[in-house]
């Protein structure tokens, strides 16, 4: 069974950065795919990032330029580093994976959300003006 476990939230001011952090295990990265994902309140759940099982990687336009997706498979971490942070980032953020998936990850980005079976609990992000 595949366990997230994301933390790195917190509260910043506009302009800032945060790092989101996401501990796997069970899953197998080389058939698989991984994403984040941001909720804000009252808003649909969007899928801001996506690594492929080959490791390439897809953004949102959202945030597409400011946020930047990695994956340390030593530490089985996935990360992401987000910059420029703007109010409207504001959201929590969840952690997703799918243990087969082998589809581009612009693919897996226009899919959305459901495409992912396993998610974290999530880690809230909040960016005061």
């Known amino acids: 069974e595949i366990k997230l476990i994301e933390s790195g939230g917190g509260s910043v001011q506009s302009g800032g950065s945060l790092t989101l952090s996401c501990v796997v295990s069970g899953h197998t990265y080389s058939s698989g795919c991984m994403g984040w994902i941001r909720q804000a309140p009252g808003k649909e759940r969007e899928t801001v990032s996506v690594i492929d099982s080959v490791q390439r990687k897809s953004y949102s336009e959202s945030v597409r330029g400011r946020f930047t997706t990695s994956l340390n498979k030593d530490k089985n971490t996935l990360y992401l580093a987000m910059n420029d942070l703007r109010p409207e980032d504001t959201a929590m953020y969840y952690c997703?994976?799918?243990?087969?998936?082998?589809?581009?990850?612009?693919?897996?980005?226009?899919?959305?959300?459901?495409?992912?079976?396993?998610w974290g609990q999530g880690t809230q992000v909040t960016v005061s003006s």
């Open positions: 997703a994976a799918d243990s087969s998936c082998f589809a581009e990850s612009s693919y897996i980005l226009r899919q959305g959300p459901s495409r992912f079976d396993y």
